[in-house]
Nanobody
Framework: VQLQAYGGGLVQAGGSLRLSCAAS????????MGWFRQAPGKDREFVAA???????IYAEAMKGRFTISRDNAKNTVYLQMNSLKPEDTAVYYC?????????????????WGQGTLVTVSS
């Protein structure tokens, strides 16, 4: 599976962005997908995940502001980000996995996209 994330950019605090992650292959629907982010000097952290069953999981800080969704017909997963804050500034990565491990850990994901930069200005 090859993943390509896009949709990042510069936005003012309080604004919105929608990230997309396009996947190659014909088995996209069988993958659980995740979004992670990495700010400068920090570890990569979990943002949200959507399982193959369409169940969703969010990091506490993103609940109510971010929404993850998927379109299996388009092999694409989305991350709608609202009420953005300067602390949301990071490179956002999408990832895919087919195992049953926790969605929160980077080590459980088999495939990664290249990342897209989100910058939120105050």
């Amino acid at each position: 599976v090859q993943l390509q994330a896009y949709g990042g950019g510069l936005v003012q605090a309080g604004g919105s962005l929608r990230l997309s992650c396009a996947a190659s292959g014909r088995t996209f629907a069988s993958y659980s997908m995740g979004w992670f982010r990495q700010a400068p000097g920090k570890d990569r952290e979990f943002v949200a995940a959507i399982l193959w069953s369409d169940a969703t999981i969010y990091a506490e800080a993103m609940k109510g502001r971010f929404t993850i969704s998927r379109d299996n017909a388009k092999n694409t997963v989305y991350l709608q980000m609202n009420s953005l804050k300067p602390e949301d500034t990071a490179v956002y990565y999408c990832a895919a996995r087919r195992n049953s491990g926790s969605a929160y850990y980077t080590t459980n994901y088999n495939y990664w996209g290249q990342g897209t930069l989100v910058t939120v200005s105050s």
